[in-house]
């Protein structure tokens, strides 16, 4: 894609374990956003990180910002049921635009 | 204070059909954004606007598409004469205040549109 990926693009894990979610860019970026979006439903945004932080916490989400290498993962610690759902990656650019990947459909098995 | 509301949630049109999608921000947020969400894929932006302005609508189809946030009333996305390939998920999206690179965008639920 000309503006990167998330990967896995599916991913499935046993209750109570870590999920960790990747995405990439290619341009420079203002901010990047994470957003979850349940099945069905409107995206809810989880957190924003900045281009001169390299790591944010919230609850039991934590996201760190590779400048260097344009990249920012998502992990999400002791997964619950209710994690089930898709995660976006929004890169916001300089320019403006605002990218979405395709998401990363996470599943959490009882 | 009341989310983003869109409605209705479920459209369905014959082609040739016109679509009319509302959007109404939350209260105090003056900045509106349309996407739309294919199957299997991420959001793609389509138009931002302003009350009675659109700032930037380069993700809009030239035809056919057409969008507006008139001062009084919801934003409405329009789609005239629907083809099969317009079936998809309409996010609508709305901001306190200028500036994208910044604001974190607040998503209603969505329309459904399908086209039969």
């Known amino acids: 894609s000309q503006q990167g990926e998330e990967d896995p693009q599916a991913l499935s894990i046993q209750e109570g374990e870590n999920a960790t979610m990747n995405c990439s860019y290619k341009?420079?970026?203002?901010?990047l956003q994470w957003y979850r979006q349940n099945s069905g439903r409107g995206l809810v945004h989880l957190i924003l990180i900045r281009s001169n932080e390299r790591e944010k916490h919230s609850g039991r989400l934590r996201v760190t910002l590779d400048t260097s290498k344009k990249s920012s993962s998502l992990l999400i610690t002791a997964s619950r049921a209710a994690d089930t759902a898709s995660y976006f990656c929004?890169?916001?650019?300089?320019?403006?635009?605002?990218?979405f990947g395709k998401g990363t459909r996470l599943h959490i098995l009882p | 204070n009341a989310g983003v509301m869109q409605n209705p949630r479920h459209l369905v049109r014959r082609r040739g059909q016109e679509a009319r999608l509302r959007c109404s921000p939350m209260k105090g947020h003056s900045h509106v954004y349309w996407y739309r969400q294919l199957p299997e894929e991420g959001l793609k932006f389509m138009v931002y606007l302003q009350k009675e302005n659109i700032i930037d609508e380069s993700g809009m189809p030239k035809e056919r598409f057409s969008a507006e946030f008139p001062k009084e009333g919801p934003s409405i996305l329009r789609i005239q004469q629907v083809v099969r390939g317009d079936s998809a998920a309409y996010f609508c999206?709305?901001?306190?205040?200028?500036?994208?690179?910044?604001?974190?965008?607040?998503f209603g639920p969505g329309t459904r549109l399908t086209v039969l």
């Open positions: 999206a709305s901001s306190p205040s200028s500036g994208r690179a910044t604001d974190t965008q607040y």
């Open positions: 341009t420079s970026i203002n901010n």
């Open positions: 929004a890169r916001y650019l300089r320019d403006d635009k605002i990218i």
